[in-house]
């Protein structure tokens, strides 16, 4: 069955260092997602990605995060400067036009 | 979207059917029913999903009531690798839009030996 794949699937920084969490979604799919999941806490929407440009984006996906799809492959989510807040699991999904969701099994970053 | 309200947690023996509820008494016409599961802090799994009819698949069953304010996830035969975070969402058909899922606290199911 075909995957989403994170790597890494754990990354631990230094405070104000950036970040990049690499995606590769299944390949037929045309819409993108990122969530994050802070320890104990719901599994939140940060950035939908359609047709090269974000499509939607949460109050959380502030300038110190942004995405790209640098080939037909990869999906990325940069943290430029990060904090300690922002410490979770970041999951990865894609979905074809018509039908549901297939998660990654995430990234775990830990800032320190 | 509409928001939905699940128990926080529920047990279940193994080999018993699981049976996990979700009111969504402001579900809209356009809005389907989803469920996800969430098996410790793993991606969430998609397991099913519905509009007004009854579904079945390979994983599970989902009976929505007639004024679909509600609906049930039934697990025929549980196992102990179904013990996870279960999570009932109402979105409207995801074909040609980017829509997100909006994930509440769900149900934290404990399958039992």
């Known amino acids: 069955e075909p995957e989403v794949t994170q790597t890494p699937s754990h990354q631990v920084t230094q405070m104000g260092q950036e970040v990049i969490l690499r995606c590769v979604p299944i390949s037929n799919h045309l819409y993108f997602y990122w969530y994050r999941q802070i320890l104990g806490q719901k599994v939140e929407f940060l950035v939908s990605?359609?047709?090269?440009?974000?499509?939607?984006k949460s109050e959380i996906f502030d300038d110190q995060f942004s995405v790209e799809r640098p080939d037909g492959s990869n999906f990325t989510l940069k943290i430029r400067s990060t904090k300690l807040e922002d410490s979770a699991m970041y999951f990865c999904?894609?979905?074809?036009?018509?039908?549901?969701?297939?998660f990654g099994s995430g990234t775990r970053l830990t800032v320190v | 979207d509409a928001k939905t309200t699940q128990p926080p947690s529920m047990d279940c023996a193994e080999g018993r059917a699981a049976n996990l509820p979700c009111n969504h008494s402001?579900?809209?016409?356009?809005?389907?029913v989803y469920w996800y599961r969430q098996i410790h802090s793993q991606g969430p799994q998609y397991i099913i999903h519905?509009?007004?009819n009854n579904e079945t698949n390979e994983m599970a069953s989902l009976i929505i009531t007639e004024d679909r304010k509600s609906s049930t996830l039934i697990l025929p035969h549980a196992t102990l690798r179904d013990t996870a975070v279960y999570y009932c969402i109402v979105s409207p058909r995801s074909s040609g839009s980017a829509r997100q899922l909006t994930f509440g606290s769900g149900t934290q199911l404990t399958v039992l030996p």
């Open positions: 402001t579900i809209s016409g356009n809005e389907y």
């Open positions: 999904a894609s979905r074809p036009l018509e039908g549901s969701y297939t």
């Open positions: 519905g509009l007004k």
């Open positions: 990605f359609y047709n090269n440009e974000i499509s939607e």
